[in-house]
Protein backbone atom coordinates (compact mmCIF):
# COMPACT_ATOMS: atom_id res chain seq x y z
CA UNK A 1 0.00 0.00 0.00
CA UNK A 2 2.83 2.65 0.47
CA UNK A 3 4.39 1.71 -2.27
CA UNK A 4 1.47 2.02 -4.18
CA UNK A 5 1.03 5.87 -2.96
CA UNK A 6 4.50 6.18 -3.51
CA UNK A 7 4.61 5.12 -7.32
CA UNK A 8 1.38 7.80 -7.50
CA UNK A 9 3.23 10.38 -5.96
CA UNK A 10 6.12 9.84 -8.58
CA UNK A 11 3.42 9.45 -11.68
CA UNK A 12 1.97 12.38 -10.72
CA UNK A 13 5.15 14.76 -10.10
CA UNK A 14 6.21 13.45 -13.86
CA UNK A 15 2.81 14.82 -15.25
CA UNK A 16 3.41 17.77 -14.11
CA UNK A 17 7.00 17.98 -14.66
CA UNK A 18 5.57 16.85 -18.79
CA UNK A 19 3.75 20.00 -18.79
CA UNK A 20 6.05 22.65 -17.52
CA UNK A 21 8.51 21.35 -19.93
CA UNK A 22 5.53 21.25 -22.95
CA UNK A 23 4.58 25.22 -22.13
CA UNK A 24 8.64 25.87 -21.99
CA UNK A 25 9.81 24.06 -24.95
CA UNK A 26 6.60 24.77 -27.24
CA UNK A 27 5.99 28.52 -26.11
CA UNK A 28 6.60 30.73 -29.64
CA UNK A 29 6.56 34.37 -27.66
CA UNK A 30 9.87 35.02 -26.15
CA UNK A 31 9.19 37.92 -23.94
CA UNK A 32 7.52 37.27 -20.76
CA UNK A 33 7.15 39.30 -17.31
CA UNK A 34 9.22 37.48 -14.46
CA UNK A 35 8.35 40.02 -11.83
CA UNK A 36 6.65 43.39 -11.10
CA UNK A 37 9.04 45.93 -12.85
CA UNK A 38 10.90 42.97 -14.75
CA UNK A 39 10.36 41.13 -17.75
CA UNK A 40 11.91 37.83 -19.27
CA UNK A 41 12.90 35.35 -22.26
CA UNK A 42 12.55 31.48 -21.81
CA UNK A 43 15.11 29.45 -23.54
CA UNK A 44 13.50 27.36 -26.49
CA UNK A 45 16.56 25.05 -26.25
CA UNK A 46 15.43 23.73 -22.84
CA UNK A 47 15.05 19.98 -22.23
CA UNK A 48 14.07 17.48 -19.74
CA UNK A 49 17.54 16.79 -18.82
CA UNK A 50 18.81 20.44 -18.41
CA UNK A 51 15.64 20.81 -16.16
CA UNK A 52 16.46 17.20 -14.17
CA UNK A 53 20.51 18.75 -13.90
CA UNK A 54 18.73 22.21 -11.99
CA UNK A 55 16.71 20.00 -9.82
CA UNK A 56 19.37 18.36 -8.61
CA UNK A 57 18.20 14.93 -9.70
CA UNK A 58 18.81 11.64 -11.70
CA UNK A 59 16.34 12.11 -14.84
CA UNK A 60 13.30 9.53 -14.52
CA UNK A 61 12.89 6.31 -15.05
CA UNK A 62 10.87 4.45 -17.97
CA UNK A 63 8.60 2.90 -14.97
CA UNK A 64 7.80 6.49 -14.48
CA UNK A 65 7.52 7.99 -17.40
CA UNK A 66 4.84 10.70 -17.20
CA UNK A 67 1.54 9.71 -18.39
CA UNK A 68 -1.71 11.37 -17.43
CA UNK A 69 -4.39 9.01 -17.05
CA UNK A 70 -7.86 8.83 -17.08
CA UNK A 71 -8.71 10.23 -13.60
CA UNK A 72 -6.65 13.52 -13.93
CA UNK A 73 -8.24 16.64 -15.45
CA UNK A 74 -6.82 19.86 -16.70
CA UNK A 75 -7.21 21.60 -13.64
CA UNK A 76 -5.62 18.87 -11.99
CA UNK A 77 -2.76 19.54 -14.02
CA UNK A 78 -2.73 22.98 -13.39
CA UNK A 79 -2.57 22.84 -9.89
CA UNK A 80 -0.08 20.00 -10.10
CA UNK A 81 2.30 22.64 -11.96
CA UNK A 82 1.65 25.55 -9.95
CA UNK A 83 2.46 23.47 -6.48
CA UNK A 84 5.55 21.50 -8.37
CA UNK A 85 7.06 25.09 -9.72
CA UNK A 86 6.68 26.82 -6.14
CA UNK A 87 7.84 23.75 -4.22
CA UNK A 88 10.40 23.23 -6.47
CA UNK A 89 11.30 26.88 -6.95
CA UNK A 90 12.58 25.99 -10.31
CA UNK A 91 14.81 28.71 -11.68
CA UNK A 92 16.36 29.10 -15.27
CA UNK A 93 19.66 31.08 -16.53
CA UNK A 94 18.96 33.97 -18.68
CA UNK A 95 20.38 37.29 -19.70
CA UNK A 96 19.93 40.19 -18.03
CA UNK A 97 19.73 43.91 -18.66
CA UNK A 98 21.23 46.15 -15.81
CA UNK A 99 20.69 49.61 -15.23
CA UNK A 100 23.31 51.11 -12.53
CA UNK A 101 23.78 47.52 -11.28
CA UNK A 102 20.00 47.25 -11.50
CA UNK A 103 18.62 44.44 -13.31
CA UNK A 104 15.14 45.96 -15.33
CA UNK A 105 14.54 42.77 -17.74
CA UNK A 106 15.28 39.66 -18.93
CA UNK A 107 15.90 38.06 -22.58
CA UNK A 108 16.45 34.46 -23.52
CA UNK A 109 19.87 35.28 -24.47
CA UNK A 110 22.80 37.95 -24.85
CA UNK A 111 21.80 38.65 -28.99
CA UNK A 112 17.94 39.14 -27.64
CA UNK A 113 19.33 41.86 -25.43
CA UNK A 114 21.62 43.31 -27.38
CA UNK A 115 18.87 43.58 -29.77
CA UNK A 116 16.78 45.58 -27.24
CA UNK A 117 19.16 48.00 -26.86
CA UNK A 118 19.99 48.26 -30.59
CA UNK A 119 16.30 48.81 -31.38
CA UNK A 120 16.09 51.70 -27.97
CA UNK A 121 18.86 53.45 -29.35
CA UNK A 122 17.63 53.03 -33.31
CA UNK A 123 13.81 54.77 -31.97
CA UNK A 124 15.78 58.12 -31.04
CA UNK A 125 18.05 58.36 -34.53
CA UNK A 126 15.88 60.50 -37.05
CA UNK A 127 16.60 58.93 -40.74
CA UNK A 128 19.14 61.09 -42.80
CA UNK A 129 20.20 63.22 -39.64
CA UNK A 130 24.02 63.44 -39.35
CA UNK A 131 24.14 61.15 -36.18
CA UNK A 132 27.98 61.42 -34.33
CA UNK A 133 27.29 58.94 -31.28
CA UNK A 134 24.07 57.04 -30.03
CA UNK A 135 24.74 56.39 -25.79
CA UNK A 136 23.13 55.63 -22.91
CA UNK A 137 22.85 58.34 -20.05
CA UNK A 138 22.91 55.24 -17.07
CA UNK A 139 25.41 53.19 -16.93
CA UNK A 140 23.68 50.08 -18.89
CA UNK A 141 25.39 46.84 -19.16
CA UNK A 142 24.35 42.69 -20.51
CA UNK A 143 25.06 40.03 -18.06
CA UNK A 144 24.04 36.16 -16.67
CA UNK A 145 21.46 36.37 -14.44
CA UNK A 146 18.76 33.60 -13.00
CA UNK A 147 15.03 33.63 -12.86
CA UNK A 148 12.05 31.70 -10.85
CA UNK A 149 10.15 29.87 -13.42
CA UNK A 150 7.08 30.27 -10.92
CA UNK A 151 7.40 34.36 -11.67
CA UNK A 152 6.24 33.96 -15.04
CA UNK A 153 3.42 36.59 -15.41
CA UNK A 154 3.01 36.96 -19.10
CA UNK A 155 4.39 37.24 -22.73
CA UNK A 156 5.85 40.58 -24.63
CA UNK A 157 7.47 40.59 -27.93
CA UNK A 158 10.96 42.74 -28.33
CA UNK A 159 9.43 45.69 -29.36
CA UNK A 160 6.59 45.78 -26.51
CA UNK A 161 9.44 45.71 -24.05
CA UNK A 162 11.53 48.41 -25.91
CA UNK A 163 8.58 50.44 -25.19
CA UNK A 164 8.08 49.24 -21.80
CA UNK A 165 11.47 50.45 -21.17
CA UNK A 166 10.51 53.60 -23.17
CA UNK A 167 7.39 54.40 -20.84
CA UNK A 168 8.71 53.12 -17.67
CA UNK A 169 5.92 50.63 -17.56
CA UNK A 170 3.37 53.83 -17.75
CA UNK A 171 0.68 52.46 -20.12
CA UNK A 172 0.47 55.41 -23.22
CA UNK A 173 -2.47 57.18 -23.70
CA UNK A 174 -3.49 58.80 -27.21
CA UNK A 175 -5.51 61.38 -27.88
CA UNK A 176 -6.54 61.85 -31.27
CA UNK A 177 -5.99 65.08 -32.98
CA UNK A 178 -8.70 67.51 -33.91
CA UNK A 179 -8.86 70.37 -36.84
CA UNK A 180 -7.36 73.57 -34.74
CA UNK A 181 -5.35 71.45 -32.51
CA UNK A 182 -1.71 72.98 -31.60
CA UNK A 183 1.14 70.94 -29.78
CA UNK A 184 1.19 73.61 -26.92
CA UNK A 185 -2.63 73.33 -26.85
CA UNK A 186 -2.56 69.67 -25.80
CA UNK A 187 0.79 69.79 -23.94
CA UNK A 188 -1.57 72.18 -21.55
CA UNK A 189 -4.65 70.37 -21.32
CA UNK A 190 -3.18 67.49 -19.97
CA UNK A 191 -0.73 69.40 -17.69
CA UNK A 192 2.96 68.30 -19.52
CA UNK A 193 5.70 70.53 -19.84
CA UNK A 194 6.82 70.44 -23.38
CA UNK A 195 9.81 68.55 -22.79
CA UNK A 196 7.22 65.53 -21.59
CA UNK A 197 5.37 66.13 -24.78
CA UNK A 198 8.15 65.37 -26.93
CA UNK A 199 9.51 62.37 -24.86
CA UNK A 200 6.12 60.93 -25.32
CA UNK A 201 6.53 61.42 -29.36
CA UNK A 202 9.64 60.23 -30.27
CA UNK A 203 10.57 62.45 -33.41
CA UNK A 204 7.82 65.22 -33.53
CA UNK A 205 10.50 67.50 -32.08
CA UNK A 206 11.87 67.63 -35.26
CA UNK A 207 8.56 67.71 -37.52
CA UNK A 208 6.27 70.45 -35.24
CA UNK A 209 3.36 69.97 -36.51
CA UNK A 210 0.31 67.62 -36.33
CA UNK A 211 -1.98 66.39 -39.07
CA UNK A 212 -6.00 66.09 -38.37
CA UNK A 213 -6.62 62.38 -37.28
CA UNK A 214 -2.73 61.56 -35.76
CA UNK A 215 -2.52 60.14 -32.68
CA UNK A 216 -0.35 61.42 -29.65
CA UNK A 217 0.45 59.68 -26.71
CA UNK A 218 -0.15 62.23 -23.27
CA UNK A 219 1.22 59.60 -21.05
CA UNK A 220 3.89 61.41 -19.24
CA UNK A 221 6.68 58.47 -19.42
CA UNK A 222 9.35 57.85 -16.82
CA UNK A 223 11.87 56.13 -18.84
CA UNK A 224 13.96 53.25 -17.71
CA UNK A 225 16.82 54.02 -19.50
CA UNK A 226 18.02 57.48 -21.36
CA UNK A 227 18.85 57.57 -24.45
CA UNK A 228 21.53 60.28 -25.70
CA UNK A 229 22.27 61.41 -29.68
CA UNK A 230 24.56 63.75 -30.53
CA UNK A 231 24.27 65.21 -33.89
CA UNK A 232 25.61 67.65 -36.35
CA UNK A 233 23.49 70.25 -38.27
CA UNK A 234 23.87 73.23 -40.87
CA UNK A 235 20.98 76.26 -40.71
CA UNK A 236 20.83 79.55 -41.80
CA UNK A 237 19.57 82.07 -39.48
CA UNK A 238 19.40 86.33 -39.41
CA UNK A 239 22.14 88.17 -38.30
CA UNK A 240 20.98 91.55 -35.76
CA UNK A 241 22.21 95.11 -37.43
CA UNK A 242 23.74 97.88 -35.82
CA UNK A 243 21.94 101.06 -35.21
CA UNK A 244 23.20 104.22 -34.99
CA UNK A 245 22.01 106.84 -33.52
CA UNK A 246 22.91 110.64 -34.72
CA UNK A 247 21.97 113.62 -32.51
CA UNK A 248 20.09 116.31 -34.04
CA UNK A 249 18.60 120.03 -32.63
CA UNK A 250 15.90 119.63 -35.07
CA UNK A 251 13.85 117.64 -32.75
CA UNK A 252 12.75 117.45 -29.16
CA UNK A 253 14.75 114.70 -26.02
CA UNK A 254 12.89 111.51 -26.59
CA UNK A 255 12.12 111.97 -30.56
CA UNK A 256 13.52 109.93 -32.58
CA UNK A 257 13.28 108.90 -36.42
CA UNK A 258 14.95 106.92 -39.23
CA UNK A 259 17.24 107.75 -41.09
CA UNK A 260 18.38 104.99 -42.96
CA UNK A 261 16.59 101.50 -42.80
CA UNK A 262 18.64 98.57 -41.14
CA UNK A 263 18.73 95.31 -42.73
CA UNK A 264 19.34 92.11 -41.28
CA UNK A 265 22.02 89.96 -42.73
CA UNK A 266 22.41 86.31 -43.27
CA UNK A 267 25.17 83.43 -41.88
CA UNK A 268 25.44 79.49 -41.99
CA UNK A 269 25.80 77.79 -39.02
CA UNK A 270 27.03 74.44 -37.89
CA UNK A 271 26.41 73.01 -34.73
CA UNK A 272 26.09 70.19 -32.69
CA UNK A 273 22.81 69.55 -30.68
CA UNK A 274 22.72 67.48 -27.77
CA UNK A 275 19.29 64.90 -27.37
CA UNK A 276 18.03 63.13 -24.11
CA UNK A 277 14.86 60.72 -25.88
CA UNK A 278 14.95 62.95 -28.33
CA UNK A 279 14.79 66.40 -26.99
CA UNK A 280 17.65 68.93 -27.38
CA UNK A 281 19.21 69.85 -24.21
CA UNK A 282 22.16 71.18 -25.02
CA UNK A 283 23.88 72.97 -28.41
CA UNK A 284 27.47 73.50 -29.14
CA UNK A 285 28.66 76.14 -32.21
CA UNK A 286 31.09 74.99 -34.45
CA UNK A 287 30.69 77.54 -36.40
CA UNK A 288 29.15 80.55 -37.93
CA UNK A 289 29.79 81.95 -41.71
CA UNK A 290 28.59 85.28 -42.82
CA UNK A 291 26.89 84.92 -46.00
CA UNK A 292 25.30 88.23 -46.41
CA UNK A 293 26.67 91.13 -44.49
CA UNK A 294 23.62 93.17 -42.44
CA UNK A 295 23.66 96.74 -43.11
CA UNK A 296 23.43 99.01 -40.23
CA UNK A 297 20.41 101.58 -39.31
CA UNK A 298 20.47 104.73 -38.50
CA UNK A 299 18.33 106.90 -36.26
CA UNK A 300 18.13 110.46 -35.51
CA UNK A 301 17.46 111.18 -31.86
CA UNK A 302 16.08 114.75 -30.99
CA UNK A 303 18.71 116.73 -28.79
CA UNK A 304 16.65 120.06 -28.38
CA UNK A 305 15.47 120.09 -24.67
CA UNK A 306 11.49 119.78 -24.78
CA UNK A 307 8.93 122.48 -23.13
CA UNK A 308 6.76 121.52 -20.51
CA UNK A 309 4.13 119.13 -20.80
CA UNK A 310 1.16 121.23 -20.29
CA UNK A 311 -0.99 123.98 -21.73
CA UNK A 312 0.99 126.89 -22.84
CA UNK A 313 -2.45 128.87 -23.87
CA UNK A 314 -0.78 129.11 -27.47
CA UNK A 315 -0.94 126.82 -30.56
CA UNK A 316 1.21 125.42 -32.99
CA UNK A 317 0.87 123.97 -36.34
CA UNK A 318 0.03 119.83 -36.27
CA UNK A 319 2.47 118.63 -38.66
CA UNK A 320 5.21 120.88 -40.79
CA UNK A 321 4.17 120.49 -44.25
CA UNK A 322 0.57 120.23 -45.77
CA UNK A 323 -2.15 121.02 -47.75
CA UNK A 324 -5.14 122.52 -46.59
CA UNK A 325 -8.13 120.69 -48.58
CA UNK A 326 -11.32 121.97 -46.47
CA UNK A 327 -11.91 124.37 -44.05
CA UNK A 328 -13.87 124.87 -40.92
CA UNK A 329 -17.62 125.34 -41.14
CA UNK A 330 -17.97 124.55 -45.06
CA UNK A 331 -21.19 122.45 -45.27
CA UNK A 332 -21.00 118.24 -45.77
CA UNK A 333 -24.83 117.56 -46.76
CA UNK A 334 -26.84 118.39 -43.14
CA UNK A 335 -23.24 119.26 -41.30
CA UNK A 336 -20.75 122.00 -41.16
CA UNK A 337 -17.31 120.69 -40.66
CA UNK A 338 -16.00 120.88 -36.97
CA UNK A 339 -12.58 121.33 -38.16
CA UNK A 340 -10.12 121.70 -40.77
CA UNK A 341 -8.44 119.28 -43.20
CA UNK A 342 -4.88 118.97 -44.03
CA UNK A 343 -3.59 116.54 -47.02
CA UNK A 344 -0.24 114.89 -46.31
CA UNK A 345 1.44 111.56 -46.82
CA UNK A 346 0.28 108.50 -45.29
CA UNK A 347 3.25 108.33 -42.06
CA UNK A 348 3.25 111.77 -41.73
CA UNK A 349 4.87 113.04 -38.17
CA UNK A 350 1.63 114.44 -36.17
CA UNK A 351 2.17 116.93 -33.34
CA UNK A 352 0.46 117.90 -30.09
CA UNK A 353 -0.51 121.65 -30.87
CA UNK A 354 -0.14 122.53 -27.30
CA UNK A 355 1.20 121.08 -24.16
CA UNK A 356 -1.39 118.94 -21.86
CA UNK A 357 -2.87 115.53 -20.79
CA UNK A 358 -3.93 112.72 -23.91
CA UNK A 359 -7.80 111.97 -22.49
CA UNK A 360 -8.44 109.79 -25.29
CA UNK A 361 -6.10 107.80 -27.85
CA UNK A 362 -8.04 105.05 -29.69
CA UNK A 363 -10.80 104.40 -32.76
CA UNK A 364 -14.08 106.52 -33.08
CA UNK A 365 -16.38 105.71 -35.32
CA UNK A 366 -16.15 108.34 -38.42
CA UNK A 367 -13.06 110.03 -36.92
CA UNK A 368 -10.81 106.53 -37.97
CA UNK A 369 -7.98 106.87 -34.84
CA UNK A 370 -7.80 109.53 -32.95
CA UNK A 371 -5.69 111.68 -30.46
CA UNK A 372 -7.37 113.81 -27.90
CA UNK A 373 -5.31 116.39 -25.90
CA UNK A 374 -6.72 118.19 -22.87
CA UNK A 375 -4.40 121.58 -22.94
CA UNK A 376 -6.58 123.30 -19.73
CA UNK A 377 -8.06 126.13 -19.37
CA UNK A 378 -11.36 123.95 -21.23
CA UNK A 379 -9.52 123.84 -24.01
CA UNK A 380 -8.67 120.60 -26.20
CA UNK A 381 -7.65 119.65 -29.95
CA UNK A 382 -8.72 116.68 -31.96
CA UNK A 383 -6.24 115.04 -34.63
CA UNK A 384 -8.60 111.90 -36.33
CA UNK A 385 -7.80 109.89 -39.71
CA UNK A 386 -4.46 108.96 -38.19
CA UNK A 387 -2.13 105.70 -39.30
CA UNK A 388 -0.35 104.96 -36.05
CA UNK A 389 -0.93 106.39 -32.13
CA UNK A 390 2.35 107.43 -30.74
CA UNK A 391 0.72 107.74 -27.10
CA UNK A 392 -2.20 106.46 -24.77
CA UNK A 393 -4.27 108.10 -22.42
CA UNK A 394 -3.01 109.82 -19.49
CA UNK A 395 0.28 110.50 -21.35
CA UNK A 396 1.46 114.08 -20.64
CA UNK A 397 3.00 115.67 -23.54
CA UNK A 398 4.71 118.77 -25.16
CA UNK A 399 3.95 121.26 -27.48
CA UNK A 400 5.70 119.76 -30.51
CA UNK A 401 6.07 116.59 -29.37
CA UNK A 402 4.80 113.29 -32.13
CA UNK A 403 1.74 111.56 -30.79
CA UNK A 404 0.68 110.28 -33.93
CA UNK A 405 1.22 109.43 -37.46
CA UNK A 406 -1.03 110.74 -40.27
CA UNK A 407 -3.49 108.21 -42.32
CA UNK A 408 -6.60 107.47 -43.99
CA UNK A 409 -8.59 105.63 -41.48
CA UNK A 410 -12.10 106.13 -40.56
CA UNK A 411 -14.56 107.81 -42.85
CA UNK A 412 -12.31 109.62 -45.26
CA UNK A 413 -11.64 110.51 -49.14
CA UNK A 414 -8.18 110.48 -48.73
CA UNK A 415 -4.76 110.90 -46.91
CA UNK A 416 -5.16 113.63 -44.45
CA UNK A 417 -5.33 114.89 -41.11
CA UNK A 418 -8.79 116.19 -39.48
CA UNK A 419 -7.25 119.01 -36.57
CA UNK A 420 -10.30 120.26 -34.45
CA UNK A 421 -9.35 123.34 -31.34
CA UNK A 422 -12.59 122.88 -29.03
CA UNK A 423 -13.92 125.06 -25.67
CA UNK A 424 -15.90 123.58 -23.34
CA UNK A 425 -16.30 120.29 -26.22
CA UNK A 426 -17.56 122.91 -28.48
CA UNK A 427 -15.69 123.43 -32.02
CA UNK A 428 -13.73 126.67 -32.69
CA UNK A 429 -12.26 127.39 -36.06
CA UNK A 430 -8.23 126.63 -35.83
CA UNK A 431 -7.94 129.20 -37.65
CA UNK A 432 -8.89 131.66 -34.88
CA UNK A 433 -5.27 130.71 -33.31
CA UNK A 434 -3.25 129.53 -36.66
CA UNK A 435 -3.18 131.42 -39.94
CA UNK A 436 -3.63 128.84 -42.51
CA UNK A 437 -2.66 130.09 -45.87
Known amino acids: MIRYKYN ?12 LMMILVFSDNAVIYAQPGSEVV ?33 REVGNLLDMTANTLNVKYDVTA ?25 RSYQVVGADIQSVSFVEDVTIGDSRIEIANFGGFKTTKELVSYIQHGGIEPEFYTVKEGDTIVGIAEANQMTMDDFFIANPGMQTRKYLTVGQQVNVAVPQPLINVQTVENISYSEAVDFEVIEEGTNQMFEGEKEVKVTGKKGQQTVEAQIYCINGVEHDREILSETITEEPIAAVWRVGTKVAPPKKGTGEFDYPADKFIVTSRFGVWRGRRRHTGIDLAMPIGTPVKAADGGVVIFAGNRTSYGRIVIIDHGARMSSFYAHCSELLVKPGDKVFKG ?14 PHLHFEVRMDDVPLNPANYLEFN
Open 8 to 19: VLRRTMAVAMAV
Open 42 to 74: IDHEVSMRNLDERLGREPLSDEVSPKVGSTSTV
Open 97 to 121: IFVDGEPIAYCRNQADAESVLWLLK
Open 401 to 414: QRVALSGNTGRSTG
